[in-house]
């Protein structure tokens, strides 16, 4: 088996994983890079880091359409309930987990804020640390530089998906100190170059990475996929 990883533009992925479908984060319709349609994915879990409209747009039409569940953190997870007619969430908070069908599934502190489309409290933001038969992966989800990641770095990280684009998260410069502290095998960049305050040179970054730490950078395009 592997488990491969689609960065679809901005915070969005598509994982595939022991014959599952997840989405991370879904924001297609409305994204100016996204080349794919929500209409035209399909999932079997959708894992949602907070409630911002550039994280969860399309996280509804998705889960409503294909009955999939949606992971998130506990309010946010019950305004998909209560407020978007979605019939199978799962609520997490920061530090729990659970075994999924593709893998093991910890929410992970993220320190950014979230409120729902609507205004909604959305509870904390998160990120995730996904354990998969073929490796670990930390998503960082919207978040600052923070000194606990080193614990995580403590988990053997096969691959860190981490913001790179400053402005509203962490930019390249804190990305580095990030990856000195998770020490993942490799390192992949996003939510960068969705609009202009959020534009950053990935090159640049990748060629920072290679010489300030042990992380080998991976550069997606939009729609390039990792495989672990
Ligand atoms: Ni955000
Ligand atoms: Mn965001």
Redesign the pocket.
Known sequence: MTTTIKWLGH?SFEIKSQGQTILVDPFLNDNPVATVAAEDLEADYILVTHG?A??VADVASIANRTGATVVAPVEAAGWFQSQQGVENTLQLNLGGGVTLPFGHVRMTIAHHSSSMPDGSYGGNPAGYIISFPEGRVYFSG?TALFLEMELYGREAIDLAILCIGDH?TMGPKDSIEAIKLLQPAKVVPA?YNTWPPIEQDAEQWASQVESLTSATPVVLEVNGVIEL
Request: proline letters at 0%; aromatic letters at 28%; glycine letters at 0%.
């Open positions: 915070y911002h550039d994280h919207d509203f939510h």
